[in-house]
C-alpha cells in the first residue's frame, strides 16, 4: 500500500479540544509539519497564549512556556535572548495580541527580537464568551455588539499585520487564511519562511492566519467558511507583507 499521508511527529496523540469547524487544529497540523521539515523537533521553543489555544502544549512535541495574558511575545523575548540559538514563537489569538498584547507585540517587532508570532485571527473573542474583539468587522454581531460593530463608538478593526509591517523591526510579515486547501498550502509555506528568517537572525516575523469561530459566529462549519470568505478576506490584506527582499 502507498502511503501517501502520515501525521507529523510535532504532534502528539492527544485530540484537539476545539469546537467543529474551527481551523485552530489545521494551524496546528502545518506548523507542526514546518518544525518537522526543518528538523527544529529537540531546537524549539513555543509560548502559550491565554484563549481558546491555551493548551496548546498538550498538542506538540516540543517545549513550552506559558505566558500571561497578551505577555507571550515579552516571555519569548526573554527565552531567546537567554537561549540564542533555540528557535522561539508565540502562538496567540487577536483577543490576546491584538487588544490585551497589543504593547508586547508593537515593541517586540521594534526592537526586532529574533522570534516568530503566529497570529490567530478570527474577529472575536473566542474563549471568553464571543465578546467584540479589536478586529471585529463593522458591523459584525457578538455578545458585546449585539447590533452590530459601529465605528463611532468602538472604532475601526485593527489590521494588526500591516501595522507591524511597517515597523523597521519586523523582517518578516505575512497575512493567510486557511479556509481552502490552496490556501492551506500558502499558509504552510509562509509559516516555513518565518521560521528560516528566524534561523538567519534577521528580525522579527509575524505570520497572521485568518480563522473561523463557528461556535461564536453562531453558524455552521461550511457557513463559517463561507463567512471568513466574503467578509474577513475582504477586509483584511492578504499576502507578504514585509519580506527581507522588499528591503533590498
Not at 467543529?20 to 518544525?35: A, K, Q, S
Not at 493567510?176 to 486547501?181: A, G, N, R, Y
Request: glycine share 10%; with cysteine.
Amino acid at each position: 500500500m502507498i502511503v501517501t499521508f502520515t501525521k507529523t511527529k510535532a504532534l502528539t496523540d492527544t485530540p484537539f479540544h476545539y469546537c467543529p469547524g474551527c481551523t485552530h487544529g489545521i494551524i496546528h497540523r502545518i506548523l507542526g509539519e514546518v518544525l518537522e521539515e526543518l528538523d527544529l523537533l529537540g531546537d524549539t521553543i513555543g509560548v502559550t497564549p491565554v484563549g481558546c489555544a491555551g493548551f496548546i502544549e498538550q498538542y506538540f512535541n516540543i517545549d513550552f512556556q506559558g505566558g500571561a495574558h497578551g505577555r507571550a511575545p515579552a516571555v519569548a523575548t526573554g527565552i531567546k535572548r537567554s537561549l540564542p540559538d533555540k528557535i522561539v514563537f508565540t502562538y496567540q489569538g487577536d483577543g490576546d495580541m491584538a487588544s490585551i498584547g497589543i504593547a508586547e507585540a508593537i515593541h517586540a517587532a521594534a526592537r526586532g527580537e529574533k522570534i516568530t508570532t503566529i497570529f490567530v485571527n478570527n474577529g472575536i473573542y473566542g474563549m471568553t464568551g464571543g465578546q467584540m474583539a479589536p478586529t471585529s468587522l463593522i458591523g459584525q454581531k457578538t455578545s458585546t455588539s449585539p447590533y452590530g460593530r459601529e465605528a463611532s463608538q468602538a472604532g475601526y478593526p485593527l489590521d494588526l499585520p500591516l501595522l507591524i509591517s511597517h515597523i523597521p523591526g519586523a523582517a518578516y510579515v505575512a497575512s493567510v487564511s486557511v479556509d481552502t486547501p490552496q490556501n492551506v498550502l500558502k499558509a504552510k509555506k509562509a509559516i516555513k519562511k518565518a521560521f528560516q528568517i528566524q534561523m538567519q537572525g534577521l528580525g522579527f516575523t509575524m505570520v497572521s492566519v485568518l480563522s473561523t469561530c463557528p461556535t461564536n459566529w453562531g453558524m455552521s462549519p461550511n457557513q463559517s467558511l463561507q463567512w471568513l470568505q466574503d467578509n474577513l478576506k475582504n477586509y483584511y490584506t492578504l499576502g507578504e507583507l514585509k519580506t527581507p527582499e522588499m528591503l533590498k
